[in-house]
Every structure is written in structure tokens, then in C-alpha cells.
T-cell receptor
Framework: AQTVTQSQPEMSVQEAETVTLSCTYD???????LFWYKQPPSRQMILVIR??????QNATENRFSVNFQKAAKSFSLKISDSQLGDTAMYFC????????????FGKGITLSVRP | ETGVTQSPTHLIKTRGQQVTLRCSSQ?????VSWYQQALGQGPQFIFQ???????GRGNFPPRFSGLQFPNYSSELNVNALELDDSALYLC???????????FGPGTRLTVT
């Protein structure tokens, strides 16, 4: 079974600065997907970024980028130029596409962006 | 393009009762997954439906059941409600050809 670990329960960052959220996972699979989701107080889970395990290049979406280290089973999210709207819970998630494509989530990290 | 919608937004039930939650998938998406999110935790996979058939189930008892309709909308039914069923229930839809799930706003269920 896959597990996803987010060991930092809370983080805080000053507006306009950069912050990195950590995530590790455990799997015996070679082909899988990793995601970061954002859940603001409105509760809606929003897809931030996705990474395919077979791709060596790290995914980037505007201010959001990942550092994917497959051998270390590490998948961190970097948020550049933090904005007040980035305040939310962030969840790291794992998907094995061969197993009904269910998402396995970590416990999440609460990110607060200070003005 | 309409996103994933869920109803109701919030409801309160009594222990032992039954509840039905509804989800309309995003246009063009034929796969629906349901998750339970307890307060302060990450979502837990309940089950997934593809073309009206259950396509995988998480570690939830049989009193959690579901349906998917020809228009790909879905229902989650929970019988014999327990206090621990109090949670946010999230529905996510995805196209079968892509491994990305898009979530609805959730239904907050409170069991008293």
C-alpha cells in the first residue's frame, strides 16, 4: 500500500517571499503520478500541479514548481512570490494509475501568508 | 464549462438515519470518485464509479454505497449513520483518459 507523509503541520511565510512545502511517499510502483492540491477555507480542493513519475523534468505552473526526487521518494512544492490568496491547506497526493486511479493523500499542511 | 457540483452543501442527521449525497460531474468526465475528509485530515478514498459500475473501493463498510447514472452524475448513500461519519464528503470527477481529478465543493455531514 502507498503512503504519503507531510511532516510539517503548519508553515508561515511573508507575502512576496518563497516557501517550500515537503512531502515524502512510499511505493513499490514505478509508474505513478503525484499531485499537490490546495484547499482554502472555502473547502474546494483545487489542483495546483501534477508530476508524472516517468518524467525527469520537474513540473511548473506559474509561481508553483516542484522538486521531484524519485530515488528519495520526495516531492516538494515551491511557491514563489507568495500571495495572500495562497493561504490554505496544501495536500500532497499519490496516484497509481493501474489501481482504479484513487488518490492517496497526506495529512496536509496549513500555510499562512502574512501581509 | 461547468465544474463539479455537489448537493446539499450541509446537512445534519441523527445517528441511525440514512443519507444520500449527490454529485454532478464536470462536463466530459465519465469517472466519479468519492472521498471522506475528517476534520484536520486528508481525504480518504471511499469508492470510484466508471460507466455506472463500481471501479474500486477503499476501506469503508458496506453501509457506504453508491450509484452512477447514465449522465455520469453520482450518489453516495450511507445507511445506519454513526457519529464518526461526521465529515466533509468530496466528490471528484475525471476523464478516463487523464489521471487528474477535479473536486466539487463538498457536503458537510454532521451526525448527532
Amino acid at each position: 500500500a502507498q503512503t504519503v507523509t507531510q511532516s510539517q503541520p503548519e508553515m508561515s511565510v511573508q507575502e512576496a517571499e518563497t516557501v517550500t512545502l515537503s512531502c515524502t511517499y512510499d511505493t513499490s510502483e514505478n509508474n505513478y503520478y503525484l499531485f499537490w492540491y490546495k484547499q482554502p477555507p472555502s473547502r474546494q480542493m483545487i489542483l495546483v500541479i501534477r508530476q508524472e513519475a516517468y518524467k525527469q523534468q520537474n513540473a511548473t505552473e506559474n509561481r508553483f514548481s516542484v522538486n521531484f526526487q524519485k530515488a528519495a521518494k520526495s516531492f516538494s512544492l515551491k511557491i514563489s512570490d507568495s500571495q495572500l490568496g495562497d493561504t490554505a491547506m496544501y495536500f500532497c497526493a499519490f496516484m497509481n494509475p493501474g489501481a482504479n486511479s484513487k488518490l492517496t493523500f497526506g495529512k496536509g499542511i496549513t500555510l499562512s501568508v502574512r501581509p | 464549462e461547468t465544474g463539479v457540483t455537489q448537493s446539499p452543501t450541509h446537512l445534519i442527521k441523527t445517528r441511525g438515519q440514512q443519507v444520500t449525497l449527490r454529485c454532478s460531474s464536470q462536463s466530459g468526465h465519465n469517472t466519479v470518485s468519492w472521498y471522506q475528509q475528517a476534520l484536520g485530515q486528508g481525504p480518504q478514498f471511499i469508492f470510484q464509479y466508471y460507466r455506472e459500475e463500481e471501479n474500486g473501493r477503499g476501506n469503508f463498510p458496506p453501509r457506504f454505497s453508491g450509484l452512477q447514472f447514465p449522465n455520469y452524475s453520482s450518489e453516495l448513500n450511507v445507511n445506519a449513520l454513526e457519529l464518526d461519519d461526521s465529515a466533509l464528503y468530496l466528490c471528484a470527477s475525471s476523464p478516463w483518459t487523464r489521471n487528474e481529478q477535479y473536486f466539487g465543493p463538498g457536503t458537510r455531514l454532521t451526525v448527532t
